[in-house]
């Protein structure tokens, strides 16, 4: 039996100072998390039953396609990792220390390193496989900059699932059905979403999506164009059109005094930006000698995963000596007659395809002077790389693309071999040949469409729960004083929806009819029943659909209570 006088559900009338995201500020007003340090939360008991109601979901829609629950340690054996290659490479996100015996270990933010080590000691026949393991448990990453609340922590709880199959076939089969069973635990939680292309950053693989819940909190953009979605790290798009000045026979020189940026050379020269070339030196791989020069047009910018992966390896941006020693003066470098690799954007390369004879404004390399009429092919050799960021303004299949921030609330990884072949998870075919397991891997993070849910249904007064993953379905408010009839009436028809099934909170403590509608409110329960003196003397209870708070007309009688809730409940989303 849920009471509030006897439940743990601290309200608070103003936000956290430092809260920006709308879930921060109502989920700690509405009592339902609290900080214990930076990107470290405590659920409470009411935000404690969103999140399990989510994980219900989760596990049954996992475990109807045929996974096995699992539980594996947080704590690991760092060797695991330097196996894979990831110890390195992620950085400091990863939490790493000694135990007494002075061995590495480390503390997962995720598992694959884990389950494809016991795959690798059980597996050793084709017959074997396939098979499918999950589990919820607790991921450790020391986030550089937690934020948002629950969104972005230090600490939270995954599912996370992996596949092992024998071939790629099987591995498409089991992320088909793991992509059908993510689209109804998110059709179940009642949010709005979609499903995008996305890069397997360091996971790995050769093909990810990801699930995104549209929100203005949301730390990811999302590019749409009609069936068209996917991350802007991965997104491609037809450039919105640019027309180029004509070129003559060669570049010719401009004073450009002081104009080191493209926004002060179309102040200064009265032209649009996308006529000009944005250059980006880059060094790779650390390495000093292998400099590369970057071009963009100037209305648009790099998208640094999109980089990486056209140069297959790591860069960093080159220091003003290095570029100052092997291109230009800073400010004004271009691609004409320098001795380092030049990597030009495709839409640079489709604009100038789209106004042939035309040519660009470009960096002179040197000081307060830039080139007009550079025609890339005649006055620079370069190789043709996406890497820009798809902006508005630009179409895909001559659909205009529109983006919009959103919430990551859950990805799937086609991980291929990337972990059984250095853990060794092989497996004998029919022949006898020795094969590598193929894997995927599966993760959503209930926090997140828990706090996804109230980025998208909420309004000024606080939350508006989807009914399948409200702490409380319906609650009863008892108005009057604590010994009132009220009370009394208010007492039967919680035991009576209860009985129905219904998930239910009691508003039984003392206090005046302000704080208690207030609080309701806050708390967001998708249908409130309230008992008032009025109510009862008409043998009726007020009722209000919490999302747009809708009053039902005459509300609902007091005899046969549950059985007036059950036909409206079909009415509240």
């Excluded at 939360?41 to 999140?51: E, Q, V």
């Excluded at 050769?206 to 790290?233: F, Q």
């Excluded at 791989?285 to 020069?293: A, T, Y």
């Amino acid at each position: 039996m849920t009471r509030l006088s006897r439940l743990l559900l601290p309200t608070e009338r103003q936000p956290p100072a430092d809260a920006e995201a709308v879930s921060h500020q109502l989920m700690v007003r509405a009592g339902l998390v609290r900080q214990m340090g930076a990107g470290l939360w405590s659920w409470l008991p009411a935000g404690w039953r969103a999140h399990q109601k989510v994980v219900g979901i989760i596990r049954e829609e996992i475990e109807r396609i045929g996974a096995q629950e699992v539980l594996m340690p947080v704590l690991q054996p760092a060797d695991l990792w330097r196996r894979t290659g990831r110890y390195d490479a992620i950085g400091g996100e990863l939490f790493r220390l000694h135990d007494r015996r002075d061995a590495d270990m480390v503390l997962a933010m995720t598992h694959e390193e884990a389950m494809t080590h016991h795959v690798a000691q059980v597996v050793r026949s084709y017959r074997d496989l396939p098979f499918s393991l999950f589990q919820f448990q607790i991921k450790e990453r020391d986030e550089p900059r937690p934020r948002a609340g629950v969104l972005r922590t230090r600490e939270f709880v995954m599912k996370d699932a992996y596949s092992f199959d024998r071939d790629e076939a099987g591995l498409q089969a089991h992320y088909e059905q793991y992509r059908q069973a993510y689209a109804r635990v998110y059709d179940r939680s009642g949010l709005r979403w979609y499903e995008v292309e996305s890069d397997t950053g360091m996971m790995g693989g050769k093909r990810a999506h990801e699930y995104m819940a549209p929100c203005a909190a949301g730390e990811d953009d999302v590019v749409l164009a009609g069936d068209y979605s996917a991350n802007i790290e991965v997104a491609t798009a037809d450039a919105a059109p640019v027309e180029l000045p004509p070129a003559g026979d060669a570049p010719v020189p401009v004073d450009t005094p002081g104009a080191t940026t493209i926004e002060q050379l179309a102040a200064s020269l009265g032209r649009p930006a996308g006529t000009m070339l944005k250059a980006y030196p880059v060094v790779v791989n650390d390495d000093p000698s292998d400099l590369r020069l970057v071009l963009l047009r100037g209305d648009h910018s790099v998208v640094d995963v999109k980089l990486s992966k056209a140069l297959a390896a790591p860069f960093r941006s080159a220091g003003v000596e290095e570029i100052a020693a092997r291109i230009g003066p800073v400010g004004f470098i271009g691609p004409v007659g320098v001795d380092v690799p030049v990597l030009v954007d495709a839409a640079v390369v489709a604009s100038g395809a789209a106004s042939p004879g035309g040519g660009w404004l470009a960096g002179g390399n040197a000081t307060d002077v830039h080139l007009d009429g550079v025609v890339p092919g005649r006055d620079f050799a370069y190789e043709t790389v996406d890497v820009r960021a798809v902006a508005v303004g630009d179409t895909v299949d001559g659909r205009p693309v529109t983006i919009e921030p959103a919430i990551e609330v859950g990805n799937i990884f086609q991980l291929m071999t990337r972990y059984s072949e250095p853990l060794g998870a092989t497996f004998l075919d029919e022949d006898g040949n020795e094969q590598a397991v193929v894997m995927g891997s599966y993760g959503i993070g209930p926090a997140r469409i828990v706090a996804a849910a109230v980025e998208q249904f909420h309004d000024d007064r606080g939350i508006a729960w989807p009914k399948a993953i409200a702490p409380f379905e319906i609650e009863v408010v008892a108005l009057g004083k604590p010994d009132g009839p009220e009370l009394e009436a208010a007492e039967r028809i919680y035991a009576e929806l209860q009985a129905a099934g219904f998930d239910v909170l009691l508003e039984d403590r003392a206090g005046g009819t302000g704080q208690k509608l207030t609080d309701a409110e806050l708390l967001g329960a998708p249908l409130r029943l309230t008992v008032g003196k009025r109510g009862l003397a008409d043998g009726r209870v007020e009722a209000q659909i919490r999302r747009g708070s809708e009053d039902v007309e005459g509300g609902l009688p007091l005899d046969g209570v549950a059985d007036a809730v059950r036909d409206l409940w079909e009415r509240v989303p």
